[in-house]
């Protein structure tokens, strides 16, 4: 399968690329926990049908230290028990982000103070801008078509 449009050789693509991995780094440099990071990236990615990020980050996770239990239950995580309740508030707060067509009201109040629980103001802002720019990504693969699977771990710097 080949993608409809080569993203990293059309010079359109790759700047407006640049400026998305620009926001990204201001988040992989805060203090958001990095696994936090990489399980909020797998979520979004996987109920946006993205198999070029859900690839990516299960890989990366898997290559930082991630345990295969915790990868395999990424899409189950209210049934199981091997995810932190901290984790479980930014996953939350993922689907919700995700999802906001499915909810007329957007994100909920509980979601929001449930993950204020759990992360300052400063761990907040980068949650948010990551569920914004995962999905950012995510909506570029799907339409796109970009192919899943020959990932490598820091392949992108």
């Given amino acids: 399968m080949d993608a409809r449009l080569n993203l990293f050789g059309n010079p ?3 700047k407006a690329l640049r400026h998305i991995n620009s926001a990204g780094k201001a988040v992989s440099d805060s203090a958001l926990p990095a696994a ?3 399980l909020v990236k797998i979520r979004a990615s996987q109920i946006n049908g993205c ?3 859900t690839d990516m980050h299960t890989k990366d996770a898997a ?3 991630e345990s295969p239990v915790r990868l395999h239950l990424v899409a189950a995580w209210r049934e ?3 995810f932190t309740d901290a984790e479980r508030a930014a ?3 993922t689907e919700q982000g995700t ?3 499915d909810a007329a009201g957007g994100v909920t109040d509980e979601a929001w103070a449930n993950a204020a629980k759990h992360y300052d103001e400063d761990q907040l802002a980068a949650l948010v801008s990551l569920i914004a720019l995962i999905n950012a990504y ?3 693969n799907v339409l796109v078509r970009q192919p899943a699977g020959d990932y490598q771990p820091g392949q992108f710097g």
Avoid: D, K, S
Wanted: charged fraction near 15%; aromatic fraction near 4%; hydrophobic fraction near 45%.
């Fill in 12 to 14: 359109v693509a790759g």
């Fill in 36 to 38: 936090t990071q990489e």
């Fill in 51 to 53: 198999g070029f990020c």
């Fill in 63 to 65: 290559h930082a230290g």
């Fill in 80 to 82: 199981a028990t091997v």
């Fill in 91 to 93: 996953l939350e707060l």
């Fill in 99 to 101: 999802r906001i067509a």
């Fill in 138 to 140: 995510n909506r570029v």
